[in-house]
C-alpha cells in the first residue's frame, strides 16, 4: 500500500498525462475554465454571428467551443453563462452602404471598418442570465429594434444608439422592469427614422437610472411625456433632445424626480414658457434646455435655491427679461457649485448683477447674442478658474475694467461687437498666460484705443484675434509678431496706417482668416503667396495697390476698394481653383474678361464692378454652376447677352450689368432663369423688344431694371403675371402703346415683404446696391431695397389713359409715368394709393382736374403735375399747400395755392351758391367771436374773484400763503426722500 508520503512524491508524476490533454484542450480554443459556457449558449451566438453581416471579420474569432473567449462576449466567473454582449463598433458606420458586402461606400480600399448590419436574431432568447447588450454604433439600415428584446427579462443594460435601426420603437421593452440603463439615440444626420406610438411603457421600466431618445420622433407622446417620465422614481439622467416635443406643462402636480441629476430637453418646440416645476428638482445638477423654443423671462426662485446646480445651458431661445432671478436662485450659496452658465442667443437685457463673481468654480460664461447693458462688473476679476468669457453682440458700455487680467485660467476672452470706450492696456491682458482668442470690437469707432509700451511682449500665444472699430495704430502692433500660432486674424477699422509687415505674409500657410479691412494700408500686394488651409482675405477699403494677386488656395478673396490694376490673369483657375467669393470692385482693373473665370468651377460670389474691363462680356465662357451673385457693372464690356445664359449660370440669382457698352437685341428665346431675383441692365445700349420670360422665370424675379437703353414695343402684359416683382424700371426707352391694365394684379406691389432672402453666408460683406431715380434724383438702395416698390416708366412714348386700375397696388411707393404721351384725367381712385411717397406725372397731356381725393394721401411727399393741361381749383389740406408750385406749372388752367393764380368769381346760380357761402361763412365769423368774448369775460371774473378777495382782505391773503408754504414743504419733503431712496438702491445694484 502506497503511504501517504509516497503519494505526494508520485503525485507530479501522475498529473503529467492530464496537463497535457488540457493543453491539448486549449489548442483547439476550449478553455480550461471549468466554467465553459453552454452548448445552448454557444449555439445561439453562432446563429446570432450568421444573421449579422460582417465585411471587416470583426467576428471571425467566434470559433471553438468557448464562447467566453469570443470578442465582445463575456462570461459570469462561477457559471459560465453569458452575461455581456459588448459589440459596439469602434468605427463611423454611415447609412449609405454597399449592397454587395454591407460595408459603408465611403470605406478606404485598404481598411474596412468594423460595421456590423443586417439581422438581429431571436436566437438571443437563449441567452437567459444577459445582462448587459450593446449593439450600438453599428449599421441595421432601418430594420426596427426587435420587439422579443422585451422578453430578455435579466437585462439591466440596453444600448442600441446611433445604429441606425428604425420604425416603431417596440413597447415590449417596457417589460425590461431590471433595466437601469436604455439608450435609443438616432444619429443627427441618419436617415432613418425612430418613432413611438405612445410612451406609456415607460411606467415599466420602474428601476431605469438612465434614458436616452435622442432624435426619437416622440409628438405621438408628446402630450403626456411628462406624465409618463415622471413615474421613474430612480431616474438620474433624461435626455430628450430633438424629440419634436411640443408640450412643457407649466405645472406639475408632484416633482417624483427625486433622484434626476441631469435633464436635457434641447431642440424641442415647445414655444411656450420656463415652467418653474423644472427649478423645483432639488437634485438638478445638470439643466440643458438648447434651442427649444423657449420665451417669457426666467420664473423667480428662492435664493439659494440652484446652489446644487453645475451646468445651466438656455442658449438659442427667447427668454426675455433681467436675469436677476436667475442670478439670486444661484446666490446665498455656501459653496456655489455652478460651473458653467450659457444664455447665448436670447433676448435678455439689463445690467449683469455683480453677484455673478461669486461662483468661483465657474469655467464657461456665455452671455453673448443677447441685449444686456452697462458696465462688465469688475467683480467678475474674482472667478479665477473661468477659461471662458463670451458677452460679444450685446448693447454693454463703458470701460473694461482692469480686473478682467486677474483671469489667469483665461483662453477665449471675447467682448465683440458692443459699445465699448475707454482704454485698453497692457494691465488689462498682462496676467492672462493661458489666452488663446481674443475679440473686441466697438460700435463707435476709436471710442476704444488700444496702448502698451512699444517693447512689450505677452506671455499669452493666441491663435485667434479680433480687433474692429477700435483704435490699434497708427503702427501695425509689433506684439503680434510673437504670436506664433496665430491662425485667424481680424483687424480692421483699426486706424492701422503704413505697410503689412513681411512677417504677416509669411504665416500665410497657417492663416484661415485674415481680415485688414478698412485701414489705411499702402504698397504692393505680394504677387503669389500660398496659403494652407483656405482662407477668407479680406483687405478692402485700404490703399493698397499692385496686380492681380495669385493666391492659392484662399477660398474668399475681397480687395474692393484699393488701387489694384492691370489685367486678370489668364492663367487665374489653375492658380485658385478653391475661389468661391471674388470682389475686387471699384479698382482699376483692365483689359478683356478672361475665360478662365468662368472655370471656377466653385465660384458663388463674383463681383468686378466700377473697374476699367473690357472686351466682349460673355466671350469664351463656360458652365458656372455654383454661381449665384454676378456684378460686372460700371465697366466697358461690349458685346451682346447670349441666348444660354440662364443655362451657363443655371443657379444666378443677382445679375447686374448696368452701366456698360452692352449692344444688341436680348435674345428672343425665353429667358428661363428659374432662380434669378434681380437683373440689372440699365444703362446700356440694348435694343428691340423686351422679352418673353417663363412661367417659372417670373415666380422668383422681384427686381427688373432695364432702364436708359433703347428697347421699342409693347410693355409686355406677361409682366403683370409676375409674382414677386416689386421694382420695375423701364425708363427712357423707346416703349409705345398703352400702359398695361393687368399691371393692378401685379401682387408684388401689393405687400411689403423680403422677397430676396440672400444666402446667409452672404451677410458679412454683401451690400445689395441697386441705382434708382426717386424724387427726380439718383439714389442708392440696399438694405432697404424691400421697402421700394417703384414703376418706373418715364421717358417713353407711351400713350392712352392710366389705366384706374394701377390703384389695387396698396403698397405702391413710387410711381413715374412722366416724359409720355398720356392723355385723359388722372383716375379718381388714385387716392386708393395710400403709401405712396413719390408721384410723376408731368411733361403729358392729362386734362381734367386733380382728384379731390389725393389730399389724403398723407405720405405722398414728392409731387410733380407740371406741363400737362389740367385745370381747376388745387386740392386744399394736409400737405398739398406745401407742394412747391413748380410741382403745378405748365397747366393754364390750374388756380389756387400755392400757385399764385386765384380762381375767378362764379357767376350765375353758382355765384348764388357762392353768396350763400359767404354768408354762412360770414356768421360762423360773429359766432367765433362771441365765443373768444365770453372766454375772455370769464377769466376775468373768475381770476379777480380770487385775486382781488386776497388784495383786499390780510387775514384771508395770510392764511392761503401759510396753506402754499405748507404744501410746499410737503412737496420737497417727498420729493427728497424718494430721490434718496432712488439712489440708495442704485448704489445696492453696483
Known amino acids: 500500500m502506497i503511504t501517504m508520503k509516497a503519494f505526494f512524491l508520485l503525485l507530479p508524476l501522475l498529473s503529467l498525462p492530464l496537463l497535457s490533454q488540457l493543453l491539448s484542450l486549449k489548442a483547439n480554443g476550449i478553455s480550461s475554465n471549468t466554467t465553459n459556457c453552454p452548448v445552448k449558449e454557444r449555439r445561439a451566438l453562432l446563429k446570432l454571428k450568421a444573421g449579422l453581416k460582417d465585411p471587416s471579420g470583426w467576428l471571425s474569432s467566434w470559433t471553438g467551443r468557448d464562447c467566453c473567449e469570443w470578442v465582445g462576449v463575456s462570461c459570469d466567473n462561477d457559471t459560465g453563462r453569458v452575461v455581456k454582449l459588448d459589440l459596439r463598433s469602434p468605427d463611423i458606420c454611415d447609412d449609405i452602404v454597399d449592397d454587395d458586402n454591407g460595408a459603408p461606400e465611403s470605406a478606404l480600399e485598404d481598411y474596412k471598418p468594423m460595421c456590423l448590419s443586417g439581422q438581429v436574431s431571436p436566437s438571443l432568447l437563449a441567452l437567459k442570465y444577459l445582462t448587459y447588450l450593446d449593439l450600438s454604433h453599428n449599421n441595421f439600415q432601418g430594420n426596427p429594434i426587435p420587439s422579443f428584446l422585451g422578453s430578455l427579462k435579466t437585462l439591466t443594460y440596453l444600448n442600441l444608439s446611433q445604429a441606425s435601426f428604425g420604425g416603431l420603437v417596440p413597447p415590449q421593452l417596457g417589460n425590461l422592469s431590471n433595466l437601469r440603463y436604455l439608450d435609443l439615440t438616432l444619429n443627427f444626420y441618419s436617415r432613418q427614422e425612430l418613432r413611438v406610438s405612445d410612451l406609456n411603457w415607460l411606467s415599466g421600466l420602474s428601476s431605469l437610472n438612465y434614458l436616452n431618445l435622442e432624435g426619437v420622433d416622440l409628438r405621438k407622446g408628446s402630450a403626456r411625456w411628462l406624465e409618463n417620465v415622471n413615474m421613474l422614481p430612480s431616474l438620474m439622467e433624461l435626455h430628450l433632445e430633438d424629440c419634436q416635443l411640443s408640450e412643457f406643462p407649466e405645472s406639475l402636480s408632484f416633482v417624483n424626480f427625486t433622484s434626476l441629476s441631469v435633464l436635457d430637453l434641447s431642440f424641442n418646440n415647445f414655444n411656450s414658457t420656463m415652467p418653474r416645476w423644472v427649478f423645483n428638482i432639488t437634485t438638478l445638477l445638470e439643466l440643458t434646455l438648447m434651442d427649444s423654443e423657449l420665451k417669457g423671462s426666467i420664473p423667480a426662485v428662492a435664493e439659494g435655491a440652484l446652489c446644487k446646480l453645475r451646468k445651466i445651458i438656455l442658449s438659442l431661445n427667447s427668454l426675455t427679461g433681467n436675469i436677476s432671478e436667475l442670478a439670486a436662485g444661484l446666490s446665498g450659496c455656501i459653496n456655489s457649485n455652478l460651473e458653467e452658465l450659457d444664455l447665448w442667443s436670447n433676448k435678455f437685457n439689463g445690467p449683469l448683477p455683480d453677484s455673478l463673481g461669486l461662483h468661483r468654480y465657474l469655467r464657461l460664461l456665455h452671455l453673448s447674442h443677447n441685449s444686456f447693458w452697462g458696465p462688465i462688473p469688475s467683480s467678475l476679476g474674482n472667478l479665477s478658474r473661468l477659461v471662458e468669457l463670451g458677452l460679444s453682440f450685446n448693447n454693454m458700455n463703458g470701460t473694461i475694467p482692469e480686473s478682467i487680467g486677474r483671469l489667469s485660467k483665461l483662453t477665449t476672452l471675447d467682448l465683440y461687437s458692443n459699445s465699448w470706450e475707454g482704454l485698453v492696456t497692457e494691465s488689462h491682458l498682462q496676467n492672462l498666460k493661458e489666452l488663446e482668442i481674443l475679440k473686441i470690437s466697438s460700435h463707435w469707432a476709436n471710442s476704444l484705443k488700444f496702448r502698451s509700451t512699444r517693447g512689450w511682449v505677452p506671455e499669452f500665444n493666441l491663435s485667434s484675434i479680433a480687433i474692429k472699430n477700435c483704435h490699434l495704430g497708427p503702427e501695425f502692433p509689433k506684439w503680434l509678431k510673437n504670436q506664433k500660432k496665430l491662425s485667424s486674424i481680424t483687424l480692421s477699422g483699426a486706424a492701422i496706417s503704413g505697410t503689412v509687415p513681411d512677417w504677416l505674409w509669411e504665416l500665410s500657410r497657417q492663416l484661415w482668416k485674415l481680415d485688414l479691412s478698412q485701414n489705411r494700408l499702402v504698397g504692393k500686394l505680394p504677387r503669389l503667396l500660398d496659403f494652407g488651409f483656405e482662407p477668407m482675405v479680406n483687405l478692402a477699403s485700404n490703399r493698397l495697390e499692385g496686380s492681380f494677386p495669385l493666391w492659392s488656395n484662399v477660398i474668399q478673396l475681397y480687395l474692393k476698394n484699393n488701387f489694384v490694376s492691370g489685367p486678370i490673369p489668364a492663367n487665374v483657375d489653375r492658380h485658385m481653383s478653391a475661389l468661391t467669393y471674388l470682389d475686387v470692385s471699384n479698382n482699376s482693373l483692365t483689359g478683356d474678361l478672361p475665360s478662365s473665370v468662368s472655370r471656377l468651377k466653385n465660384l458663388v460670389y463674383l463681383d468686378l464692378s466700377n473697374n476699367a474691363l473690357t472686351g466682349d462680356i460673355y466671350a469664351g465662357w463656360i458652365v458656372m454652376p455654383k454661381l449665384k451673385f454676378l456684378d460686372l457693372s460700371k465697366n466697358n464690356f461690349s458685346g451682346h447677352i447670349p441666348?444660354?445664359?440662364?443655362?451657363?449660370?443655371?443657379?444666378?440669382?443677382?445679375?447686374?450689368?448696368?452701366?456698360?457698352?452692352?449692344?444688341?437685341?436680348?435674345?428672343?428665346?425665353?429667358?428661363?432663369?428659374?432662380?434669378?431675383?434681380?437683373?440689372?441692365?440699365?444703362?446700356?445700349?440694348?435694343?428691340?423688344?423686351?422679352?418673353?420670360?417663363?412661367?417659372?422665370?417670373?415666380?422668383?424675379?422681384?427686381?427688373?431694371?432695364?432702364?436708359?437703353?433703347?428697347?421699342?414695343?409693347?410693355?409686355?402684359?406677361?409682366?403683370?403675371?409676375?409674382?414677386?416683382?416689386?421694382?420695375?424700371?423701364?425708363?427712357?426707352?423707346?416703349?409705345?402703346?398703352?400702359?398695361?391694365?393687368?399691371?393692378?394684379?401685379?401682387?408684388?406691389?401689393?405687400?411689403?415683404?423680403?422677397?430676396?432672402?440672400?444666402?446667409?453666408?452672404?451677410?458679412?460683406?454683401?451690400?445689395?446696391?441697386?441705382?434708382?431715380?426717386?424724387?427726380?434724383?439718383?439714389?442708392?438702395?440696399?438694405?432697404?431695397?424691400?421697402?421700394?416698390?417703384?414703376?418706373?416708366?418715364?421717358?417713353?412714348?407711351?400713350?392712352?389713359?392710366?389705366?384706374?386700375?394701377?390703384?389695387?397696388?396698396?403698397?405702391?411707393?413710387?410711381?413715374?409715368?412722366?416724359?409720355?404721351?398720356?392723355?385723359?384725367?388722372?383716375?379718381?381712385?388714385?387716392?386708393?394709393?395710400?403709401?405712396?411717397?413719390?408721384?410723376?406725372?408731368?411733361?403729358?397731356?392729362?386734362?381734367?382736374?386733380?382728384?379731390?381725393?389725393?389730399?389724403?394721401?398723407?405720405?405722398?411727399?414728392?409731387?410733380?403735375?407740371?406741363?400737362?393741361?389740367?385745370?381747376?381749383?388745387?386740392?386744399?389740406?394736409?400737405?398739398?399747400?406745401?407742394?412747391?408750385?413748380?410741382?403745378?406749372?405748365?397747366?393754364?388752367?390750374?388756380?389756387?395755392?400755392?400757385?399764385?393764380?386765384?380762381?375767378?368769381?362764379?357767376?350765375?346760380?353758382?355765384?348764388?351758391?357762392?353768396?350763400?357761402?359767404?354768408?354762412?361763412?360770414?356768421?360762423?365769423?360773429?359766432?367765433?367771436?362771441?365765443?373768444?368774448?365770453?372766454?375772455?369775460?370769464g377769466f376775468l371774473v373768475g381770476f379777480w374773484s380770487v385775486c382781488g378777495t386776497l388784495v383786499i382782505k390780510s387775514s384771508w391773503r395770510q392764511a392761503y400763503f401759510r396753506l402754499a408754504d405748507k404744501m410746499m414743504d410737503k412737496i420737497y419733503l417727498a420729493v427728497q426722500l424718494k430721490t434718496a431712496r432712488l439712489r440708495r438702491n442704485w448704489e445696492n445694484r453696483t
Not at 409676375?722 to 393692378?744: E, K, Q, T
Not at 432697404?784 to 386700375?805: A, F, K
Request: glycine share 8%; aromatic share 6%; proline share 6%.
Open 643 to 937: 441666348c444660354q445664359m440662364c443655362s451657363l449660370l443655371p443657379l444666378l440669382e443677382w445679375l447686374k450689368l448696368s452701366t456698360n457698352n452692352i449692344s444688341g437685341e436680348l435674345p428672343s428665346c425665353p429667358l428661363n432663369c428659374t432662380c434669378l431675383y434681380t437683373l440689372d441692365l440699365g444703362k446700356n445700349r440694348l435694343h428691340g423688344r423686351i422679352p418673353q420670360w417663363t412661367e417659372e422665370s417670373l415666380n422668383t424675379l422681384s427686381e427688373l431694371i432695364l432702364e436708359s437703353n433703347s428697347f421699342s414695343g409693347r410693355i409686355p402684359e406677361q409682366l403683370c403675371n409676375s409674382l414677386n416683382l416689386h421694382v420695375l424700371d423701364l425708363a427712357n426707352n423707346d416703349l409705345f402703346g398703352s400702359i398695361p391694365r393687368c399691371f393692378g394684379n401685379m401682387s408684388g406691389m401689393k405687400s411689403l415683404q423680403l422677397y430676396y432672402r440672400f444666402p446667409p453666408e452672404f451677410r458679412s460683406f454683401f451690400s445689395r446696391k441697386i441705382e434708382l431715380i426717386m424724387k427726380g434724383r439718383s439714389m442708392e438702395y440696399d438694405e432697404l431695397i424691400p421697402l421700394v416698390n417703384m414703376i418706373d416708366l418715364s421717358r417713353n412714348n407711351l400713350s392712352g389713359e392710366i389705366p384706374p386700375e394701377i390703384s389695387n397696388l396698396s403698397t405702391l411707393r413710387a410711381l413715374n409715368l412722366s416724359n409720355n404721351q398720356l392723355t385723359g384725367t388722372i383716375p379718381g381712385n388714385i387716392s386708393g394709393l395710400k403709401q405712396l411717397e413719390t408721384l410723376d406725372l408731368s411733361s403729358n397731356r392729362l386734362s381734367g382736374q386733380i382728384p379731390p381725393g389725393m389730399s389724403s394721401m398723407t405720405f405722398l411727399n414728392s409731387l410733380n403735375l407740371s406741363h400737362n393741361n389740367l385745370d381747376g381749383e388745387i386740392p386744399k389740406g394736409n400737405q398739398f399747400t406745401t407742394f412747391n408750385p413748380s410741382s403745378f406749372e405748365g397747366n393754364s388752367g390750374l388756380c389756387g395755392l400755392p400757385l399764385l393764380r386765384n380762381c375767378s368769381t362764379p357767376t350765375g346760380p353758382d355765384a348764388q351758391d357762392h353768396d350763400s357761402e359767404d354768408k354762412g361763412n360770414e356768421e360762423d365769423h360773429h359766432g367765433q367771436l362771441w365765443f373768444y368774448a365770453s372766454i375772455v369775460l
